[in-house]
């Protein structure tokens, strides 16, 4: 049974800083893994999908990174916003269809 | 491109009572998924449809079914309702033209509120 833990589950960081969430996930027979964002009370917002083949995969402020001999992914968020306050959660497929999540990351920049 | 839509947006049922949600997907989107969000046990995925049938199951009693239209579009419904089952109901829909490799897009999700 897949597990997927993300750490920490919460953050706090000054405006400007460059910060790193983490993502572990025990089974590594995965076909790709996603990270989101969700604003409270809202639905998931999709930022990066790496497939398993890949190693990392960029857009704009956001870098994600995956290695799944180790069970483990990234996402580096670089010169925070207050914006980017949100929870971030990674998901794990490892069927068509049927995804496992993190519990998230919830991040708050603070002006 | 129109998004995920789920109708209705909130819900309020009482114990005992059955409820029915509604998620249209992405046009073209022949996948749906649907997750329950509580606090305490995060995002759990409940079921995945394609063409009609369900793909894939997770582990929740059989109160919970859901089906999907030839349009794509997909209802689950959630029977005896308890006080538990009060939670986000999140459905994403994807292309699903082969295992993985596709991005999952999300609804808004439907907050039930069982008293």
């Known amino acids: 049974k897949q597990e997927v833990t993300q750490i920490p589950a919460a953050l706090s960081v000054p405006e400007g800083e460059n910060l790193v969430l983490n993502c572990s996930f025990t089974d590594s027979a995965i076909y790709n893994l996603q990270w989101f964002r969700q604003d409270p009370g809202k639905g998931l917002t999709s930022l990066l999908l790496i497939q398993s083949s890949q190693r990392e995969q960029t857009s704009g402020r956001l870098n994600a990174s995956l290695d799944k001999s180790s069970g483990r992914s990234t996402l580096y968020i670089a010169a925070s916003q207050p914006g980017d306050s949100a929870t971030y959660l990674c998901?794990?497929?490892?069927?068509?269809?049927?995804?496992?999540f993190g519990d998230g990351t919830t991040l708050t920049v603070k002006p | 491109k129109a998004g995920v839509t789920q109708t209705p947006r909130y819900l309020i049922k009482t114990r005992g009572q059955q409820v029915t949600l509604s998620c249209s997907p992405i046009s073209g989107h022949r996948s749906v998924s649907w997750y329950q969000q509580t606090p305490g046990q995060g995002l759990q995925f409940l079921f995945e449809?394609?063409?009609?049938?369900?793909?894939n199951k997770g582990n929740f009693p059989g109160r919970f079914s859901g089906r999907q239209f030839s349009n794509s579009r997909s209802e689950m419904n959630v029977s005896t309702l308890e006080l538990g089952d009060s939670a986000l109901y999140l459905c994403?829909?994807?292309?699903?033209?082969?295992?993985?490799?596709?991005?999952?897009?999300f609804g808004p999700g439907t907050r039930l509120l069982v008293l």
């Open positions: 449809y394609f063409s009609e049938t369900q793909r």
């Open positions: 998901a794990v497929n490892t069927n068509a269809g049927k995804s496992t």
């Open positions: 994403a829909s994807s292309l699903s033209q082969g295992y993985g490799q596709e991005t999952q897009y």
